[in-house]
Structures are given as structure tokens and as C-alpha cells.
């Protein structure tokens, strides 16, 4: 059974720091593309970053046009686990954080990836 377990979300002032965790089991880390998506009420869930895999993708990340430059994805192969660090954070950051799974390359439509975890909830004071 494949599991993504997100944690590290909070309330945290602006201009302030969090890293969130996703730890996975029970698939292939290194065939698979990771990547953290946001939701916040009443939008659609949209695509954060993502660092496709290396032996099927292209290796590389991506990111939103809001995080470039603030937040930055990355992976401990031996620990099976995606990291988003986050910086600088703003209000708009507000939502819930899930990570995701898709075999090969970074996608930004949900709906290609095939296993996601329970959101962490990230809340920005301003």
C-alpha cells in the first residue's frame, strides 16, 4: 500500500519560514515525480513545485511563478522523503499543502498523479 504522510505545517507570521515534510512508502521513490500542491478554500488545487524523477523523468524542478525564488523542493532518496522549504512566507501562502505522487514526469494537472497524501495546513498572519 502506498502512503504519503505530510507534516510540518503551522501558523507562522509573514515573512516567516516553515518546511514541510513528505515521507512515502510502499512505491518506488526513485521512479517517481514529487511534488506539493495547494489548495486554499474555494480555489482549485493548484501545483507548488515538483522534481520529476531521475530515472524516468528529467531530473529537474519546477515551480509556481509564487514560489520561484522562495521555496525550494527536494528529496533524501534514503529517507524516501520530499522536502518544501518555504521561505519568505506571505498571507497568500494561506491553504493546505498535499504532496503527490506521479510515476515519471512533473505535471501541473492533479488529476495525473496517482497517489496523494493528507494536506498539512499552512496559515500566514499577516
Known amino acids: 500500500e502506498v502512503q504519503l504522510q505530510a507534516s510540518g505545517g503551522g501558523l507562522v507570521q509573514a515573512g516567516g519560514s516553515l518546511r514541510l515534510s513528505c515521507a512515502a512508502s510502499?512505491?518506488?521513490?526513485?521512479?517517481?515525480?514529487m511534488a506539493w500542491f495547494r489548495q486554499a478554500p474555494g480555489k482549485e488545487r493548484d501545483l507548488v513545485a515538483c522534481?520529476?524523477?531521475?530515472?524516468?523523468?528529467?531530473?529537474?524542478?519546477h515551480y509556481s511563478d509564487s514560489a520561484k525564488g522562495r521555496f525550494t523542493i527536494s528529496e533524501d532518496n534514503a529517507r524516501k522523503t520530499v522536502y518544501l522549504q518555504m521561505n519568505a512566507l506571505k498571507p497568500e501562502d494561506t491553504a493546505v499543502y498535499f504532496c503527490?505522487?506521479?510515476?515519471?514526469?512533473?505535471?501541473?494537472?492533479?488529476?495525473?498523479?496517482?497517489?496523494w497524501g493528507k494536506g498539512t495546513q499552512v496559515t500566514v498572519s499577516s
Open positions: 503527490a505522487a506521479e510515476r515519471n514526469f512533473c505535471s501541473a494537472w492533479s488529476v495525473e498523479y496517482d497517489f
Open positions: 510502499g512505491l518506488d521513490f526513485d521512479e517517481y515525480a
Open positions: 522534481t520529476s524523477s531521475i530515472s524516468r523523468g528529467d531530473g529537474k524542478t
